[in-house]
């Protein structure tokens, strides 16, 4: 069994990593995305064009909410899944 914790330790370890570099490659690719947008906006002369852009980064963000919205309902599905999962295998061990 110690091994058994040291490769989940491990496992959690790896899926941390992952979640971490995963955060940080977002959010370089997102403050990439805002200085092309500044850069362009600082062309733009007529409240028409700043509109459009006003509307484009709106329509980003609704995505962007509805993005989190549905992961955070996935997370909390997963969430659910994995303890029905882990009481079964609980409620298996017990009958032994």
Do not use: C, F, W, Y
């Amino acid at each position: 069994a110690p091994s058994s914790s040291s490769s989940s330790s491990s496992l959690e370890h790896t899926l941390q990593q992952r979640k971490q570099n995963a955060i940080r490659s977002a959010l370089e690719t997102e403050k990439l995305r805002i200085s092309r947008l500044e850069e362009a906006e600082q062309s733009m002369t007529s409240v028409e064009e700043l509109k459009k852009a006003l509307k484009r980064e709106r329509q980003h963000s609704v995505r962007l909410a509805s993005d989190l919205a549905a992961l955070r309902v996935e997370n909390v599905q997963g969430q659910a899944e994995a303890e029905i999962h882990e009481e079964g295998r609980i409620n298996a061990l017990m009958r032994r």
